[in-house]
């Protein structure tokens, strides 16, 4: 198999995680977000509904992989890892009530020598539990423990030519997903029919390369739904003269570009046309606005005021960091684009603006993926920045 | 919205929820699994990539919800809970370096009273963080904790006929995936070419009702990745005299059927040729024995002694309970068909019996997923049990 990036790429985020490392000084982080571990490692498989994890010792310049014994065969062909540092538990630590894989991963610890030093853990990350905690700490307890937390991803934030290079094959794919998904919308058909339509177009991909699956299904709240972001499909058929929101994101080698659209079906009403403007507003205020130099709180500060011109506020972020995950979450959890946020943009940072601006019983989503370059930012998607009309009137001939 | 089981059904849940806390002596339980969250509310939507809970407490008749601001519609359309009791935090509790939802959760707990008293939580459940546990402790010093991992999931093995009929529906997705899938499966199709047409029919489900995503994307290891299960799809072409294994489930309103094939494309080697009926005949063993009253142990010993007449072992577990879930896994993390378990069989439990045999350099899954009947096992899909041979000399005209 052959690895997403070259080796020394992997081995130069190795050698910025331990420099993190350091200076919170910790000698032993102990990885289980499988973005992490991915990024550090190139291990990528649906395993992580298993404990599992990616140990990097500073003084070390190879990680270890432990894991669950069928996937150790994974870890082995897609890693740069020595077959010799995959250490895999058996099968009688999975789901068990006596058993748990992190005695066993605290056993190893303690036997390559690692057992008293400063041992990071990413405390508030996806897939570490309370129970993992509460083992690792039972098994070593002459160790200590700090928050690894977002210390891996602090170095994710800006990319490397190739990590963009990635993110433009997501870009192409989510414009080819959504082109088929607004294609498939009119009265009658149901959700879950262009959520399929969906799918189908982000993980076939295009011809020169195939799409990954992305970490959140497509969302496409609809009707009165359009108030509440994350409902998924239904199988209610569309009806003219609501609306639908789209969210979906293209995936190439798990880097994501999420892209959103408003769709009314029919002629939108009139709060539709009144709103949309002022969002498109908002966003090219806040594309335009962004440079190096320029810090995430500053970004929403020009949205807040170009929107508060029309009467409108907004109480959640318009963005965040984006890029490398698996489910549950696209973002990265580092920058959001939100009051005070200080992270100071640099070129290569990527973010998914999504000012969203929600009422009682409607909402408007249109969203797009940006880059900052050296001197502003540009558009991963070239989808038409618009609120979109799929006027069934003047498709009738297509009416299935 | 209308919810998908009758309210009573929802009642009884929680009834039974309640007996076993005061088993384990907890009065107030957190419930942060989205499947459990779902299973005592309706509660259903994309947002577990930020903390959110249900809480239970042993003396009152509703549960509290408590997540973002912006889930909180979804909240009240999705579940019998009173509107006021739905709690939400400000968006800047997301992802922040400062604020923790878990944080704000206890400071409700507090207000209600509920602060001194025995509470429980899901220590080792997806999306309950170390840090999650570290903040509730830290913002309830006057609780005491236990450990209620499971809880939930040991009144959901039994599911109710209204629960079977759900998983009947997800067998017809399963079902009509399997065979779109196989069918898209020829030399020179890219495994995301059949990826796509698996989630296509998965999503778009059948006329009368459509399907929901799963909570594991289909996996589909080719060639000599048939030996590592849990790597998904690439854009590589299907080769002549490789194999693919398909393993997939069909999904409706969260509860899943899953499904695996070994596919041959071109004519099976001597080895699969030999295997295969090994475990087909071990799957129709197992099948044959299951009925109330017999452990989960007892269905891994015939299965044991069945294909080591043939000279084969296993190390991983045969199979596991399944039934609604959330990504990452659509197991119920209770019983596992494997030595010693000693979970009892009873009338409408499910179990996914996914008895694979790897080897180093490929592999053989078929599976079944059935529920126990009165007095033995039904399968929940009609797909062919056998060895899957997709020869491209028999379908030359069809070659794309």
Not at 207 to 221: K, M, N, Q, R
Request: charge should be negative.
């Amino acid at each position: 198999m052959v690895l997403p990036f070259d080796i020394l790429e992997y081995q130069k985020r190795l050698q910025a995680v331990k420099e993190n490392m350091a200076d919170r000084g910790i000698d032993v982080l102990l990885i289980t977000d499988p973005a992490n571990m991915n990024y550090l490692s190139g291990y990528d498989a649906w395993s992580f509904y298993v404990h599992q994890m990616l140990v990097i010792l500073i003084d070390e310049p190879q990680p270890l992989w432990i894991g669950r014994y069928q996937d150790a065969g994974g870890a082995k062909v897609t890693t740069w890892i020595y077959d010799e540092n995959v250490i895999a538990y058996p099968d009688y630590y999975v789901h068990s009530a006596v058993y748990h894989p992190m005695d066993f991963a605290a056993e190893i610890i303690r036997q390559i020598g690692q057992g008293k030093r400063r041992i990071g853990v990413e405390m508030d990350h996806y897939y570490f539990t309370g129970m993992a905690l509460e083992r690792l700490k039972q098994g070593l307890p002459d160790a200590s423990f700090a928050d690894g937390s977002l210390l891996v991803n602090q170095v994710r934030m800006v990319k490397s030519d190739q990590e963009i290079e990635y993110m433009r094959r997501a870009a192409r794919i989510a414009d080819l997903a959504m082109t088929q998904g607004v294609e498939s919308v009119r009265p009658g058909v149901r959700e879950c029919d262009t959520a399929a339509e969906i799918y189908y177009h982000l993980v076939k991909g295009t011809p020169e390369y195939g799409g990954d699956y992305p970490s959140i299904v497509p969302l496409l709240p609809t009707g009165d739904h359009t108030s509440i972001p994350h409902l998924t499909w239904t199988d209610r058929p569309f009806v003219e003269g609501s609306a639908v929101i789209i969210e979906l994101a293209g995936c190439y080698k798990r880097y994501h570009v999420p892209l959103a659209r408003t769709v009314a079906i029919g002629q939108p009403n009139e709060k539709m046309k009144q709103v949309a403007p002022v969002v498109l507003e908002g966003i090219q205020t806040v594309l335009d606005f962004a440079k190096p130099g320029v810090t995430c709180g500053e970004l929403e500060e020009v949205w807040r005021h170009t929107i508060k011109k029309y009467g409108y506020e907004k109480e959640a972020r318009l963005g965040y960091s984006v890029g490398m995950n698996y489910p549950p979450d696209w973002g990265e959890h580092t920058a959001s684009i939100r009051k005070g946020d200080p992270t100071v943009l640099q070129p290569n940072m990527t973010f998914h603006l999504i000012p969203a601006l929600w009422f009682d019983t409607d909402g408007i989503e249109i969203s797009e993926t940006f880059r900052v370059t050296d001197s502003g930012s540009e558009r991963f998607t070239t989808y038409p920045q618009e609120l979109v009309i799929r006027d069934h009137l003047d498709l009738s001939g297509q009416i299935s």
